[in-house]
């Protein structure tokens, strides 16, 4: 069985630092996709990126970073130099490589950034 | 503008009621899926259906039921509500021709039953 598990619930910081959400994993599959999604207070879900489990390079997009470490099933999430306008809650999400297929998803990650 | 629309937006129901809550995708996507999203588990699936005419149970299908007669229609049913399916719902779609397993999703009907 697919699991997804964000350790942290919530998390606050000050405008301007950096922050990582962590993301970890588990799959019997050898092929699956991971993703981050972003909701922020007005409720509607935001793609953030998706990764190929067979592509392990980070990634990055202006101020956010993506970690994919295979070894240790994590897929951690930074935000370079926060703002307020990052805050939301962040989830990240597993599914097979075969397909349609639903998405599992963790719990979520409540961050809030304070100016 | 292509994508998915879910109604109603917002819902307050008596329990005991019956109740469809709708989603509609014109991107011809062949899957469509409905999720719940409660405060501190995340959201989890209910329902999905990989093409037209075929459904299937998630991980929380108790109290709900769905149907898929076309491509684009997919609606999500609670045969009489109880208060423990106050929730937002969403509803998503894919295709399989996209990479990466993409899902789109809708803005969510968030509902509350007393």
């Known amino acids: 069985a697919q699991k997804v598990t964000q350790a942290q619930t919530e998390i606050s910081v000050v405008e301007k630092e950096d922050v990582t959400l962590d993301c970890v994993y588990e799959t019997r599959d050898t092929t699956y996709y991971l993703f981050w999604y972003k909701q922020p207070p007005s409720g509607e879900l935001v793609f953030l990126i998706r990764?190929?489990?067979?592509?392990?390079q980070n990634e990055i997009s202006g101020r956010y970073s993506w970690n994919f470490q295979k070894s240790t099933s994590s897929f951690n999430f930074t935000i370079t130099a926060s703002q307020v306008v990052d805050s939301a809650v962040y989830f990240c999400a597993l599914s097979e490589a075969q397909g349609n297929t639903p998405l599992v998803f963790g719990k979520g990650t409540r961050l809030s950034v304070i100016a | 503008i292509a994508g998915i629309t879910q109604a109603p937006t917002s819902q307050i129901l008596a329990a005991g009621r019956r109740m469809t809550l709708r989603c509609t995708q014109d991107?011809?996507?062949?899957?469509m899926y409905w999720y719940r999203q409660d405060l501190g588990l995340g959201l989890r699936l209910i329902h999905y259906?990989?093409?037209?005419?075929?459904?299937g149970k998630g991980e929380v299908p108790d109290g709900y039921s769905v149907s898929r007669a076309n491509t684009d229609d997919f609606p999500l049913t609670l045969a009489s509500a109880v208060p423990s399916q106050t929730s937002v719902y969403f509803c998503?779609?894919?295709?399989?021709?996209?990479?990466?397993?993409?899902?789109?999703f809708g803005p969510g009907t968030r509902l509350t039953v007393l």
């Open positions: 998503a779609s894919s295709d399989e021709e996209r990479p990466y397993n993409e899902q789109f």
């Open positions: 990764r190929n489990s067979f592509d392990e």
């Open positions: 991107m011809r996507h062949n899957a």
């Open positions: 259906s990989n093409t037209a005419g075929t459904t």
